[in-house]
């Protein structure tokens, strides 16, 4: 599986932005679809996750701001985010976990199996 990410650029503070994820594959409706950012200097911190069900987990700093979903028929993911801060200036990631024999919800970058690459997210104040 090989992921796309895109959708990034430069927003003002309280903007939004609708990042997508592209899968290659026949298996993306079996994987958990998640994001992950890094800012400058930071870790890569979990943000969002929808599950192969459609069940939603968000870090607290997103919630309420930020909503995942996903297209199986389009092998897409999606972010979409809203009331943008400048704290949110970061590279996101798209990543897929598969599911079997794995825990819910996964939220670290080792439980994760594929990766897209980044897509640049500013937020100007």
């Known amino acids: 599986v090989q992921l796309q990410a895109s959708g990034g650029g430069l927003v003002q503070a309280g903007g939004s932005l609708r990042l997508s994820c592209q899968a290659s594959?026949?298996?993306?409706?079996?994987?958990?679809v998640g994001w992950f950012r890094q800012a400058p200097g930071k870790e890569r911190d979990f943000v969002a996750l929808?599950?192969?069900?459609?069940?939603?987990v968000y870090a607290d700093s997103v919630r309420g701001r930020f909503t995942i979903s996903r297209d199986n028929a389009k092998n897409s993911g999606y972010l979409q985010m809203n009331s943008l801060r400048p704290e949110d200036t970061a590279l996101y990631y798209c990543?897929?976990?598969?599911?079997?024999?794995?825990?819910?919800?996964?939220?670290?970058?080792?439980?994760?199996?594929?990766w897209g690459q980044g897509t640049l997210v500013t937020v100007s104040s």
């Open positions: 990543a897929a976990a598969k599911t079997l024999g794995r825990r819910w919800p996964p939220q670290t970058r080792n439980e994760f199996d594929y």
């Open positions: 594959g026949d298996t993306f409706g079996r994987l958990r």
């Open positions: 929808v599950g192969t069900l459609g069940h939603t």
